[in-house]
């Protein structure tokens, strides 16, 4: 169950909204730091607080030290996040990221920051197709 959810600091972009809570505490005493929700499950997140019932939580590690919340399962139903669209135009970034970075190698190092913005970019591609992959594991779960 959960005791308490710490400070919050809410953002809006576009039809997505995230919340980044420093920590969320169970009542017997475990903690979580610095975990992003995503979407609809910072309400559900409010109402099992409130409500007092047994939640299980499906977190996945992030890029920043930072916890993303996937899925809350409160009593016998399973929200999770709805993340869908498509991965082509990160696929694109890389490419040409890549393409940059071996064009520009000779240029006093530059083609290395390609590099490592291409590999910052796979590194992004892959924690986000994960994410989907889990997700889409979650029979039962209704998206939000």
Avoid: C
Wanted: aromatic content about 10%; overall charge neutral; cysteine-free.
């Amino acid at each position: 169950m959960l005791k308490e959810l710490g400070p919050g600091v809410g953002e809006v972009d576009g039809d997505i909204s995230s919340s980044t809570y420093s920590y969320v505490q169970f009542t017997d005493g475990t903690m979580l730091r610095n975990v992003v929700v995503v979407g609809g499950l910072a309400g559900k997140l409010d109402v099992a607080l409130e409500s007092k019932q047994t939640v299980e939580l499906h977190v996945q590690p992030g890029l920043k030290k930072n916890g993303v919340l996937l899925a809350v399962k409160l009593g016998d139903n399973l929200y999770a996040s709805d993340i869908s669209g498509s991965l082509f135009f990160m696929y694109v970034a890389m490419a040409v990221l890549i393409l940059l970075g071996v064009a520009t190698i000779w240029v006093f190092g530059l083609g290395l920051l390609f590099l490592a913005f291409a590999f910052y970019t796979w590194l992004s591609l892959s924690l986000v197709r994960a994410t989907k992959k889990y997700v889409r594991g979650l029979h039962g779960a209704i998206l939000l």
